[in-house]
């Protein structure tokens, strides 16, 4: 889906696929490690401007991730390292207000755009 909104904004290949691998490891991060309850609600938000992509992926847990070394025989952990390594820069954010958990955002710099 997010791969179909950011066609309308005719990014550059290179940063459509950053921006949809980064994502697709955040919402599983959030899937596996964010949603204490089944059917509970994640949200991404993806914002661009003439500059910069902005996405974010919001979920019910407050836990913050961390940025880990995967051993080599470890089937994963190396989610956030991979979203550091496509983007520029990610974090962390408190929910909207009134709402329980967290974000963790990435941004990447938009250079060459149409």
């Known amino acids: ?20 691998l980064a994502v ?3 919402f599983v991060n959030a899937v596996e490690h964010g949603s204490p309850d089944r059917g509970d609600m994640i949200t991404v938000i993806a914002e661009c401007t003439e500059h ?9 847990s407050p836990t913050l991730p961390c940025l880990r070394t995967a051993d080599d ?9 991979i979203v550091a390594a496509l983007t520029d820069d990610w ?14 955002w990435f ?6 755009m149409p």
């Open 24 to 26: 697709d490891e955040l």
């Open 73 to 81: 025989a470890e089937e994963s952990g190396r989610g956030l390292a």
């Open 107 to 112: 941004t990447l710099t938009l250079r060459g």
């Open 52 to 60: 910069e992509l902005r996405v974010a992926v919001a979920d019910r």
């Open 91 to 104: 974090g962390t954010a408190p929910p909207d207000p009134g709402t329980p958990g967290k974000k963790v």
């Open 1 to 20: 889906m997010l791969a179909e909104h950011l066609a309308q904004t005719r990014l550059p290949s290179e940063h459509l696929d950053n921006a949809v």
